[in-house]
């Protein structure tokens, strides 16, 4: 069965940053996109970081050029790297399998990443 488990979330001052990585399995990898969501307390879950199966990428307008999203289809495992962190990056991160019209049918149980000083 799919199955997607994050890792590497935990609390970092602002302007930290911090990796989060998410491992799959049960399914051809190579040929998914995948993305990264949040959800803040209170808020929707939203749109971090999108890749495609053979590598463009696309960013919430809100975490252009502090995050990158990466994919090694040899590991079977997309990353998030996340500089300048700010308290607003506060959220559950969670992972998910995505498809070309970008609906997510797998998620991850998430990873807690909490800014603050």
């Known amino acids: 069965q799919v199955q997607l488990v994050e890792s590497g979330g935990g609390s970092v001052q602002p302007g930290g940053s911090l990796t989060l990585s998410c491992a799959a399995s049960?399914?051809?990898?190579?040929?998914?996109?995948m993305a990264w969501y949040r959800q803040a307390p209170g808020k929707q879950r939203e749109m971090v970081a999108h890749?495609?199966?053979?590598?463009?990428?696309d960013y919430a307008d809100s975490v252009k050029g502090r995050f990158t999203i990466s994919r090694d289809n040899a590991k079977n495992m997309v990353q998030l790297q996340m500089n300048s962190l700010k308290p607003e990056d506060t959220a559950l991160y969670y992972c998910?399998?995505?498809?070309?019209?970008?609906?997510?049918?797998?998620w991850g149980q998430g990873t807690q990443v909490t800014v603050s000083s």
């Open positions: 890749i495609t199966s053979n590598g463009p990428t």
């Open positions: 049960g399914f051809i990898f190579s040929i998914y996109p």
């Open positions: 998910g399998r995505s498809s070309h019209s970008r609906y997510v049918d797998y």
